[in-house]
C-alpha cells in the first residue's frame, strides 16, 4: 500500500490518522496535545550515553516549557548541579596541586 502525503501537512503527528480521529488538526490545543502524546510515546534506553544525554535534553526541553514554581524549581536545580560539579572541580584540582607541589 502507498501511503499518501498531503502537502499541508506539514509536521503534523502521525496521531491524527490513529489515534486523534476526529480532532481538528489545525486547533492550536490539539497539536500540542498530540505532540504531548509523542513525547511521552518516546521510548529509548536510558543506559547508554546517548539516553543519558536524550534525557538532558527532555529535562530542558521541559524546562523551557514549564512556567512559575516549575520553572524556578527546574532552574534551581540547575543551579545546585552546576555548584556540585564546581566543588568536584575545585576539590580535584587543589588534591592535584597540593599532591605534586
Do not use: K
Not at 545546585?80 to 560539579?85: P, T
Amino acid at each position: 500500500m502507498i501511503e499518501r502525503r498531503d502537502p499541508d501537512r506539514g509536521a503534523r503527528s502521525r496521531r491524527f490518522d490513529d489515534e486523534l480521529l476526529g480532532l481538528d488538526p489545525d486547533d492550536p490545543e490539539a497539536q500540542a496535545f498530540a505532540a504531548h502524546l509523542d513525547r511521552m510515546a518516546d521510548d529509548r534506553p536510558e543506559y547508554t550515553v546517548e539516553g543519558y544525554l536524550h534525557g538532558v535534553s527532555r529535562f530542558a526541553d521541559s524546562a523551557n516549557r514549564a512556567s512559575g514554581w516549575r520553572r524556578g524549581t527546574a532552574v534551581l536545580v540547575c543551579a545546585l548541579l552546576l555548584a556540585i560539579v564546581a566543588w568536584v572541580v575545585w576539590d580535584a584540582l587543589t588534591f592535584v596541586i597540593t599532591t605534586f607541589w
